[in-house]
């Protein structure tokens, strides 16, 4: 769930959020934000980084997947904007 999502506020840099989530898992084998409540994990969500993955994969995938992890969703990229980059 991305961080607005918590607020109420859902669009499509929400969906953005989900699929960089959805990519950090793949890359780690791991969830993203996880916990053992879900009260801990709106607050990993809202609070705290989420781990970095390993440097074996691409600089470019590395960064698409920081960019979507944005916590802001005004400085996550658009999906057009990740369809710009050369990496996707």
């Known amino acids: 769930m ?3 999502a918590l ?3 859902v669009n ?3 969906d953005v959020w989900s699929l960089g ?3 950090h898992e793949f890359c780690t084998l791991k969830q993203t ?3 053992s409540t879900s009260a801990q994990t709106k607050e990993r969500i809202q609070n705290e980084p989420f781990d970095p993955i390993s440097p074996d994969y691409s600089p470019e995938l590395r960064e698409l997947i920081w960019l979507m992890l944005k916590k802001d969703p005004t400085v996550r990229p658009t999906v057009a904007e990740l369809l710009e980059k050369p990496v996707v």
Do not use: D, L, V
């Open 2 to 4: 991305a961080p607005e």
């Open 7 to 9: 607020t109420g506020t």
């Open 12 to 14: 499509e840099k929400s």
């Open 21 to 23: 989530c959805i990519f």
């Open 33 to 35: 934000f996880a916990a």
